[in-house]
């Protein structure tokens, strides 16, 4: 695989990493219909999130230098800081807080689970399966639950729950922001609520993992996958500008719309995916 098809990888990683549609998936798939029809890799796709996630540093600067400095000021003053802190002051240092206990059930798995990240969770058959059921799951989330909660609701059992639904994205095709959202939706968050705070509970689990990955490629290239360093990092960068803009251009849209059109898309590309695999017309593996 050359440049030309690193920075297509990259374009689409940066569309589709923060729609419910599921960005390694859709790599997963692209990887079949290029001239090497291989998969890009774990590797390449967790890089060029380092790319989509500085976008969300971009985008969200001022919330997350308010959540971070409260924050470190609740750390560093303890119960003292607490009781004088404005009411906006504890609300982004509790963010804080729900945001590294949502974390913790991804390091975990995602640490203890890399045979089947790099293997079986990478079949063709399931990403297909799991395109279909979580768009399902999504369309009954957005239009069964409460809608009435914001982020001042958000609590410690909830941030947790957020968390074990971010571990599915684990598997490409369950799409990180997809399950997130559905579980945010579940427990009764208002659409644009439970968007954010998806995106920012994205922030340390996808750095932390383009980064450990980063490191896979300059210490083991072999696992790499088929790209080099240059390759993937052409890609990162269009990752970014694409990613950027597609935020801004959600958490517009889902002010006033609902995640049908992102349902309907999943199922459509799942069943043609399965059709394609069960005709011989894909590899699945």
């Known amino acids: 695989m050359g440049l030309l098809d690193a920075l297509l990888l990259g374009l689409i990683q940066g569309l589709t990493e923060f729609l419910p549609i599921s960005s390694s998936a859709h790599l997963r798939i692209a990887g079949e219909f290029l001239p090497a029809a291989t998969d890009p890799g774990a590797t390449f796709t967790a890089i060029t999130q380092i790319g989509t996630e500085l976008a969300v540093l971009v985008y969200f600067a001022s919330d997350i230098g308010r959540i971070l400095r409260s924050w470190f000021r609740s750390v560093s003053a303890g119960k003292t800081w607490w009781a004088h802190a404005s009411r906006d002051e504890r609300a982004q240092a509790r ?8 974390t913790l059930p991804i390091v975990i798995v995602g640490y203890t689970a890399q045979e089947y990240i790099r293997g079986a969770f990478r079949s063709l058959w399931l990403v297909a399966t799991v395109l279909i059921v979580f768009g399902l799951i ?92 240059v390759e993937i990092t052409a890609a990162t960068v269009v990752a970014f500008g694409v990613a950027l803009a597609v935020i801004a251009w959600l958490m517009r849209y889902i002010a006033t719309k609902s995640f049908m059109p992102f349902v309907i898309y999943r199922v459509a590309l799942g069943s043609a995916l399965l059709i394609a695999l069960g005709t011989g017309a894909i590899d699945p593996l």
């Not at 963010?95 to 949502?102: Q, R």
């Not at 001042?152 to 941030?159: D, F, I, N, R």
């Open 138 to 229: 999504l369309a009954a989330a957005d239009w069964w639950g409460r809608k009435t909660r914001d982020l001042t609701h958000l609590t410690a059992p909830h941030g947790l729950l957020y968390g074990l639904a971010q571990t599915l994205a684990l598997i490409p095709g369950v799409s990180r922001s997809g399950a997130t959202i559905a579980m945010g939706r579940t427990l009764g968050y208002d659409r644009v609520s439970a968007t954010r705070y998806s995106f920012l509970l994205a922030i340390p689990a996808v750095l932390g993992s383009g980064f450990y990955e980063l490191n896979t490629a300059l210490t083991r290239p072999e696992l790499a996958g088929p790209f080099g360093l």
């Open 95 to 102: 963010m804080g807080w729900l945001i590294i206990v949502g």
